[in-house]
């Protein structure tokens, strides 16, 4: 029981973790006559990449265009989080995983099949991956809920490819909403959940005596 606690608590102890280094960098984002503001440096630009840096295929998800952005960001990383603690909380080391594959992968896959989206800053393309990722693992352990989990942000993000995201949301956010960004996140989640699932079938049965 303590073991497990303690699991649970590592694992908040991650989210809590981005929670401050996406806050700080919201706050570090003012110029000075010393620096520039800190997105020209770690923000996704399609161009800078091309010229070689690389780290901002991660650090462009870390950053956010206003307070309301960051807001909604942090709420849904909580929240999906919590919604799919079953799935981490024995070994908080597979979400600091998954985070890490995820932020790769959203970059690396708005890079080569969007490259007419030169910019792009924010946690909501991870977020859709993370979600689909949890609903991919409900499916698996038997949870009815992960088909309508699944089914939902799919219907959702097919709806934005063709729609468009609403009009509140671009205002309130400052920019237009990258919806790119949440197909890409919804396919990278889907794919690391099925990879996930048949390294885990092999190695359990791997074990087997």
């Given at each position: 029981m303590l073991n497990h606690k303690s699991n649970t608590v590592g694992l908040y102890h991650f989210v809590v973790v981005i929670s401050l280094i996406c806050i700080g960098l919201f706050a570090a984002d003012i110029p000075t006559p010393a620096f520039l503001p800190i997105d020209q440096y770690l923000s996704?630009?399609?161009?800078?990449?091309?010229?070689?840096?690389?780290?901002?295929?991660?650090?462009?998800?870390l950053l956010h265009t206003n307070l309301w952005h960051l807001l909604m960001n942090l709420a849904g990383f909580w929240v999906i989080v919590f919604l799919h603690e079953v799935h981490y909380k024995r070994h908080p080391g597979k979400l600091i995983l998954l985070f890490?594959?995820?932020c790769l992968l959203e970059g690396i896959g708005l890079y080569f099949f969007y490259p007419s989206l030169k910019a792009y800053v924010g946690l909501s393309g991870l977020l859709h991956g993370l979600f689909a990722f949890g609903a991919v693992m409900d499916i698996r352990k038997g949870y009815r809920s992960g088909y309508l989990l699944l089914l939902g942000v799919i219907i959702k993000v097919g709806y934005e490819q063709v729609f468009g995201a609403?009009?509140?949301?671009?205002?309130?956010?400052?920019?237009?909403?990258?919806?790119?960004s949440h197909l890409v996140g919804l396919i990278c989640g889907i794919l690391c959940a099925l990879c996930w699932s048949a390294i885990a079938h092999r190695f359990k049965y791997h074990h087997l005596p």
């Open positions: 996704y630009q399609y161009n800078a990449i091309t010229d070689g840096q690389i780290w901002r295929l991660i650090t462009g998800n890490l594959s995820l609403t009009s509140s949301i671009t205002q309130l956010i400052n920019a237009r909403v990258a919806t790119e």
